[in-house]
C-alpha cells in the first residue's frame, strides 16, 4: 500500500524531492510547495463550502487545464456574490444596474468577505490539518483581510521569489461561472513508486473566462503606463501561453464572456489611465486590445520576468522576455482581428 507522501518523515520527504528532482528537473521547492497547494485545495473543495467556490486565475491554468508551463503558487479563489450578499444581489442578479448599486454591493463585500473567511474558511482548513497531524500555521492576511496564508516548515528553499506560503485570495464580486469540475494532481504524482500524493476535485473557472480577465487586466496596465506591483510578468506569460493553446480560438470567440467581462470589471474595477481619464474596458474586447506595454512599465514588467526565470518558476524552455512580448502582441493582433470582424 502506498504510504502518503505528507506522512512520511522529514528525511525520506527529502529523498523523494531530490529523486523527483533528478527525474524531472523540476525544483525541488516548488515540488514541495506544489504538494502543499495541491492539498489544500482537496482540503477546502472537499467541504461543504466547494458548492459556492471556484478556483481561477494561474493554478488553474497550470493544474487543471495544463496550458501554462509555469508553478502557479497562489490558490485565487470566487466566493459566490449570491451567496455571499444574498440579501442585496438575489438569486439571479449577477451583475449591478448602475454604478451606486455596485458601490454598495463592494462595500458589503468588503465588510462580510474577512468574517467568513475567518468563521467559515479557516475552520476547515485547521480541522484538515488537524486530522491529518500536520503542522502548519494559518494567519488571516492582505489589505482588507481577503487572504488566508497557510505557512508550512519548508524542507528546500529557492532565491525567495517563491514563498513557503500558500496563500488563498477570495475575492466574492462574480458568481465564478462558467465552471467546472476538473481533476487536480501533484506534479510528483506517478513518479514514485509506494508512495501518493494529495489529489483534489476543485470546480474552475471557465478558461475563457481567465482568458478574459487577465487580457483586460493587462490592458489597464498599459494604460497606466505603469506596474503598481509585483509578480505581474505572470499574467502576460498566461496569455501568450493560452494564445498557443487548444482553447485559444474559442476563448477569443466567446463574446459573451468577454462583454460579461468587461461589463464586470466596468463595475467593480474602475481605473484610470495616465491622463487621469477612467479606463473603459470595452474597447479591450471589441477589437481595441492592448497588450504590450511601453516605457518604465515594459522595463518593470522585464525585471519581474527575470526574478520569474532566476527562481526556476517557468519550466521547460522559457521565452526570452523579447519573444514572449512578441507572442502577447501576436496574441493582441489575433483578438483584436477576431472582435473586431465579430462587430
Not at 502548519?136 to 489589505?143: F, H, P, S, V
Not at 468577454?258 to 461589463?263: F, G, I, K, R, T
Amino acid at each position: 500500500m502506498a504510504e502518503a507522501f505528507l506522512k512520511l518523515n522529514r528525511d525520506d520527504q527529502r529523498e523523494v524531492l531530490e529523486t523527483v528532482r533528478a527525474k524531472t528537473d523540476r525544483p525541488t521547492h516548488l515540488l514541495e510547495k506544489d504538494v502543499w497547494v495541491v492539498w489544500t485545495l482537496g482540503a477546502l473543495f472537499d467541504s461543504p463550502l466547494a458548492a459556492h467556490l471556484t478556483l481561477k486565475g494561474g493554478t488553474s491554468l497550470s493544474k487543471a487545464y495544463k496550458v501554462i508551463d509555469r508553478f502557479s503558487e497562489d490558490i485565487d479563489l470566487t466566493y459566490d456574490i449570491r451567496k455571499l450578499i444574498a440579501d442585496l444581489v438575489g438569486k439571479e442578479c449577477t451583475l449591478p444596474t448602475n454604478r451606486s448599486q455596485a458601490n454598495k454591493w463592494t462595500k458589503a463585500v468588503r465588510e462580510r468577505l474577512p468574517e467568513w473567511i475567518a468563521r467559515s474558511v479557516r475552520p476547515i482548513i485547521e480541522g484538515a490539518l488537524a486530522r491529518e497531524r500536520m503542522e502548519a500555521k494559518l494567519e488571516i492576511g492582505g489589505a482588507e483581510n481577503e487572504k488566508l496564508l497557510l505557512h508550512y516548515s519548508a524542507l528546500k528553499h529557492g532565491t525567495g521569489y517563491v514563498s513557503p506560503v500558500v496563500v488563498l485570495e477570495f475575492g466574492a464580486r462574480a458568481t465564478g461561472e462558467p465552471h467546472q469540475v476538473m481533476p487536480v494532481a501533484c506534479d510528483m504524482d506517478g513518479h514514485i513508486e509506494n508512495v501518493s500524493f494529495p489529489t483534489a476535485f476543485p470546480t474552475v473557472m471557465g478558461v475563457a473566462r481567465t482568458f478574459w480577465e487577465k487580457a483586460t487586466a493587462a490592458h489597464v496596465y498599459c494604460a497606466q503606463g505603469r506596474i503598481r506591483s509585483e509578480r505581474y510578468a505572470r499574467h502576460w506569460h498566461d496569455l501568450a501561453a493560452l494564445g498557443q493553446s487548444q482553447y485559444f480560438e474559442a476563448v477569443i470567440a466567446d463574446r459573451a464572456v468577454a462583454l460579461v467581462v468587461a461589463q464586470h470589471k466596468s463595475f467593480f474595477f474602475v481605473e484610470k489611465d495616465a491622463a487621469g481619464g477612467t479606463i473603459d474596458y470595452m474597447p479591450a474586447v471589441t477589437g481595441h486590445l492592448h497588450l504590450v506595454p511601453t516605457g518604465e512599465a515594459l522595463r518593470a514588467l522585464a525585471d519581474d520576468y527575470a526574478d520569474m526565470r532566476e527562481d526556476q518558476v517557468l519550466l521547460g524552455e522559457a521565452l526570452t522576455f523579447d519573444e514572449l512580448m512578441r507572442a502577447c502582441s501576436e496574441v493582441e493582433s489575433q483578438v483584436n482581428r477576431a472582435t473586431i470582424r465579430d462587430e
